[in-house]
């Protein structure tokens, strides 16, 4: 059964940045394009602190931060507290990168060795491993253009929901997991205008909060 995506209030939604550059109107467009989403953009520091006392009413985080350095003790804490409740999180691109010698970061992505290299401007297959999760139910393959990530792929404990045979990609391209309470996304695409404005992405992207906010299944 699928829940319908405008059957509810707007799923209210962080989306947090940090230590990367963004195409910023292509990002805002992408975000206020997305049905029954309510995205409210803020650095890493900006969540951290919940000046507004609203970090907690969040039903989906999505990570966009590539913070290569350990964190501060205020966000270390409001990391940590991640998968306390059933506040989902979304990993997505060069987020599920940051902080790369944190193992929570680590066991909350699903790839133990997040060392990587990076590929702009790449054409990819992207091919359906599972058709019938909520997130990709009714999808056919596609191909777009974004930048590709040499890793690991997603580890013991992933389901594996979007794949490329790409030689300059990581296998899995999407995937869920369980972090404590909390559902867990992973998405690796997603780098910039291109695949922003790709209406594949789009539907992945949007299934994925609703999914994480279970409105749909």
């Known amino acids: 059964m699928t829940g319908g995506i405008e059957a509810h209030p707007p799923v209210m939604t962080a989306v947090i940045l940090g230590a990367h550059l963004i195409e910023v109107p292509g990002f805002v467009r992408l975000f206020r394009s997305l ?12 969540w951290a602190a919940d000046l507004a006392h ?9 990570f966009y931060n590539i913070n290569r350095t350990p964190p501060n ?3 270390k804490a409001a990391l940590e507290s991640l998968g306390e409740t059933r506040q989902g999180i979304l990993m997505l691109h060069h987020g599920m990168l940051a902080f790369p010698e944190w193992q929570l970061w680590s066991d909350i992505v699903g790839i133990r060795n997040r060392s990587f290299t990076y590929h702009p401007g790449e054409t990819v297959q992207v091919d359906i491993a599972d058709p019938d999760h909520p997130i990709t139910r009714g999808l056919a393959p ?16 992933s389901h594996i929901l979007l794949t490329t045979r790409h030689p300059k990609s990581l296998s899995t391209l ?3 997991r369980q ?6 996304f992973c998405l690796a695409s997603g780098h910039g205008t291109e695949t922003y404005e790709d ?3 789009q539907t992945v992207l949007t299934r994925g909060i609703h999914w994480l906010a279970h409105r749909i299944w």
């Open 35 to 46: 049905p029954g989403v309510d995205a409210y953009p803020q650095s890493i520091e900006d």
């Open 54 to 62: 609203v970090r907690d009413q969040y039903e989906v985080v999505i």
């Open 73 to 75: 003790d205020t966000v």
């Open 142 to 157: 596609w191909t777009m253009v974004d930048e590709t990530y040499i890793m690991d792929s997603a580890g013991e404990g």
């Open 174 to 176: 999407a995937w869920t």
């Open 179 to 184: 972090y404590k309470n909390a559902r867990v």
């Open 199 to 201: 209406v594949n992405f």
